[in-house]
């Protein structure tokens, strides 16, 4: 299972979905109102040996295209 982060249009919150891969492009719906939210591109870190790399920006939340 992946998680999604959305932003709902009409609650103007973010709002995270536990799906799988395969189902990336169905819509979510709000939590609270059922509106359908937008995706949103979510920021990530990896680890590499015995150090965790982390973006030097700060997090970058734009919807997706």
């Known amino acids: 299972m992946a998680t999604y982060e959305y932003w709902c249009p009409r609650c103007l919150k973010e709002f995270e979905v536990k799906k799988p891969i395969a189902d990336f492009d169905k819509p979510a719906f709000c939590p609270e109102c059922n ?31």
């Open 35 to 65: 509106t359908e939210g937008e995706r949103l591109i979510s920021n990530f870190a990896s680890k590499t040996g015995s150090t965790l790399q982390v973006p030097s920006k700060a997090p970058f939340r734009a919807k997706s295209s």
